[in-house]
């Protein structure tokens, strides 16, 4: 069965009310979007990350020291390009960027080799456009949200809530993105009511 996320780092996904902890640097395949995730452009991003993430992890798999692991939920960082927020948040004017964590393992090499092998079989043009990237160790405060994304506010208000009580500061995740969601449940098969969605700030440390 090899390394599974859901029991190597019960600590990064699956905390127990709002907390805080330090991420170490971490590798990502990254796709760049903006729009609606309601509309048919956002279900071809995760389409074009799935194809990429097996191909690396089969290229583990076979390596002459395999590793073997589950691949990772998919991420999202997200801002909008017009300022609208809660209930005035206009979903046309979101801006995404779509990843799924890849293990130390992967390096800019195996992530060429997978691409090339990826395009090759699927001819998904977007793949072209996916991105190798680190994001450097920061400290995050987060929370489980269970149920629709439209009702997050509810989660995002305990979490704004720590950091007053807290003396905390929240900063962008990275560049202009503000909050980061992992999808903890396939949101295209679970019901909007039993989604598990993990939010996190990142702080100033």
């Known amino acids: 069965m090899g390394n599974s996320w859901r029991q190597t780092d019960k600590q990064l996904y699956f905390p127990k009310g709002v907390a805080q902890l330090t991420l170490p640097a971490t590798n990502y395949i990254a796709l760049t979007g903006v729009g609606d995730p309601n509309q048919p452009a956002f279900s071809d991003d995760i389409q074009t990350l799935y194809p990429l993430a097996y191909a690396i992890r089969a290229l583990l798999k076979n390596a002459d020291d395999p590793y073997v692991y589950s691949v990772y939920p998919l991420e999202g960082?997200?801002?909008?390009?017009?300022?609208?927020?809660?209930?005035?948040?206009?979903?046309?004017?979101?801006?995404?960027?779509?990843?799924?964590?890849?293990?130390?393992?992967?390096?800019?090499?195996?992530?060429?080799?997978?691409?090339a092998i990826a395009m090759a079989k699927k001819g998904l043009p977007k793949l072209k456009a996916v991105t190798f990237e680190q994001l450097p160790k920061a400290e995050v405060v987060q929370a489980i949200h269970v149920g629709s994304f439209d009702t997050e506010s509810e989660t995002f208000a305990q979490m704004d809530a720590y950091l007053t009580a807290h003396q905390l500061r929240r900063v962008p995740i990275i560049a202009d993105y503000w909050h980061r969601e992992v999808y903890l449940s396939d949101f295209r098969r679970v019901?909007?009511?039993?989604?598990?969605?993990?939010?996190?700030?990142?702080?100033?440390i």
Do not use: C, H
């Not at 046309?92 to 390096?107: C, N």
């Not at 019901?191 to 100033?204: G, P, V």
């Open 77 to 115: 960082v997200w801002t909008t390009t017009d300022g609208s927020r809660g209930a005035n948040l206009n979903k046309a004017a979101l801006a995404y960027r779509l990843m799924i964590k890849q293990p130390d393992q992967v390096t800019p090499a195996i992530f060429a080799e997978a691409q």
């Open 191 to 204: 019901a909007a009511a039993k989604r598990k969605t993990l939010l996190r700030y990142r702080i100033e």
